[in-house]
């Protein structure tokens, strides 16, 4: 935080700060400690999540945040060439994956057919239009990058199965790997299963 590499703090999760991607300090820290660590455990992947906060602090502030997207393209390049044998995961960041797509294995749809609201703690199910649109932009990624896999994670009550299966059998249909779970990411919860 002392030398510029965390920006503020995510108001929806206390404790986790957005990074400055653009600043090398992150990706060295990332390529020299963070990843050989992470690989040492005897993991033979990574999950990047919340790339896309480089286009949301892009979009909002352009002029304070310029280069942000290019360098989370740049990132997950440098994290590929440095371990190609190592699988990595993008969360969303839709308007970036084509740039990606050739150093990614899996692309994750977070909340692609349902949501949750942080402010009033509900779930909800997204508006069609929206999710029609990502279906189709995800179906013409896997299309021109067909060795992308594409996992969805909707939010859901566990206690309502039928939704549950619904989502599950929506999300199927459009060729995705689906999973449910709750906010927290503590539970999955499986089709047909009480």
Same mark, same amino acid.
């Given at each position: 935080?002392?030398?510029?590499?965390?920006?503020? %703090?995510?108001?929806?999760?206390?404790?986790?700060? @957005?990074?400055?991607?653009?600043? $090398?300090?992150?990706?060295?820290?990332?390529?020299?400690?963070?990843?050989?660590?992470?690989?040492?455990?005897?993991?033979?992947?990574?999950?990047?999540?919340?790339?896309? *906060?480089?286009?949301?602090?892009?979009?909002?502030?352009?002029?304070?945040?310029?280069?942000?997207?290019?360098?989370?393209?740049?990132?997950?390049?440098?994290?590929? *060439?440095?371990? $190609?044998?190592?699988?990595?995961?993008? *969360?969303?960041?839709?308007?970036?994956?084509?740039?990606?797509? $050739?150093?990614?294995?899996?692309?994750?749809? =977070?909340?692609?057919?349902?949501?949750?609201?942080?402010?009033?703690?509900? !779930?909800?199910?997204?508006?069609?239009?929206? !999710?029609? =649109? %990502?279906?189709?932009?995800?179906? /013409?990624?896997?299309?021109?990058?067909?060795?992308?896999?594409?996992?969805?994670?909707?939010?859901? =009550? %566990?206690?309502?199965?039928?939704?549950?299966?619904?989502?599950?059998?929506?999300?199927? %249909?459009?060729?995705?790997? $689906? !999973?449910?779970? *709750?906010?927290?990411?503590? /539970?999955? @919860?499986?089709?047909?299963?009480?």
């Amino acid at each position: 935080k002392a030398q510029g590499v965390f920006l503020q %703090e995510n108001e929806v999760w206390k404790g986790s700060y @957005y990074a400055d991607l653009r600043n $090398p300090l992150w990706a060295k820290s990332l390529l020299e400690d963070q990843i050989p660590a992470i690989i040492k455990q005897g993991f033979n992947g990574l999950f990047l999540d919340t790339l896309d *906060n480089s286009i949301e602090l892009e979009l909002v502030n352009p002029k304070k945040y310029m280069g942000m997207q290019l360098a989370a393209v740049s990132l997950v390049k440098w994290i590929h *060439n440095n371990n $190609p044998n190592i699988k990595i995961m993008v *969360n969303r960041a839709y308007p970036l994956l084509s740039q990606m797509a $050739p150093d990614i294995n899996y692309v994750l749809a =977070e909340s692609l057919y349902t949501s949750y609201d942080f402010k009033t703690k509900k !779930y909800s199910v997204r508006p069609q239009k929206a !999710y029609e =649109e %990502e279906v189709n932009s995800l179906k /013409k990624l896997k299309e021109k990058f067909p060795h992308l896999k594409i996992f969805t994670v909707d939010y859901w =009550e %566990e206690s309502d199965q039928k939704m549950i299966d619904k989502i599950y059998k929506v999300e199927r %249909e459009n060729g995705f790997i $689906p !999973y449910v779970s *709750n906010v927290l990411l503590n /539970k999955v @919860y499986f089709k047909g299963k009480k």
